[in-house]
């Protein structure tokens, strides 16, 4: 039997699927996407510093295949993916305590980052009383049933 190792991006990505069919089961059977290893040249040119990307398009998520790429940005790629797929990119105007520099882009970027933090939250059992959580928990609540 021949054994593949998964490259990086791959075992990342892979760390962020499971965080969130933890949370929420429904989520990843009912969004669309590859993963791709590499971020696309057009995507570079606008932000050299770019460790992760979603293509709406394409329904492909990007991650770096090094260290620049993390569980967190596979995360934010994924409520992404969720933003697009299930909601129409809906402003959801969350409240705007505790919102990142990067979530404050746009309500896309807000979105994702909001995402990213609730699955992380609810994978290791943190329960934050802030608005921006209750929000997130009520926006996902029908993806929670197994």
């Known amino acids: 039997m021949i054994k593949v190792e998964l ?3 791959e075992k990342i990505y892979s760390k962020a699927i499971e965080m969130v069919n933890k949370c929420y089961p429904m989520i990843h059977r009912l969004i669309i996407h590859d993963l791709k290893t590499e ?4 995507v570079l040119e606008e932000n050299e510093n770019v460790n992760g990307a979603y293509s709406p398009d394409y329904k492909l998520i990007f991650l770096c295949n090094d260290e620049r790429s993390t569980v967190h940005t596979a995360l934010h790629e994924i409520g992404h993916a969720v ?3 299930l909601f129409d ?3 959801f105007k969350l409240n705007e305590l505790a919102r990142s520099d990067y979530g404050k882009t746009n309500h896309r970027e807000d979105f994702a980052e909001a995402f990213l933090m609730h699955i992380v939250h ?3 059992n943190i329960e934050l009383p802030i608005e ?5 928990k009520e926006i996902l ?3 929670s049933m197994k």
Do not use: T, V
């Open 7 to 9: 490259s990086h991006a």
């Open 39 to 42: 971020i696309p040249f057009q």
């Open 83 to 85: 933003h697009h797929q």
């Open 89 to 91: 990119y809906k402003d």
């Open 122 to 124: 609810m994978y290791n």
């Open 132 to 136: 921006r959580e209750k929000q997130m």
């Open 141 to 143: 609540k029908l993806f």
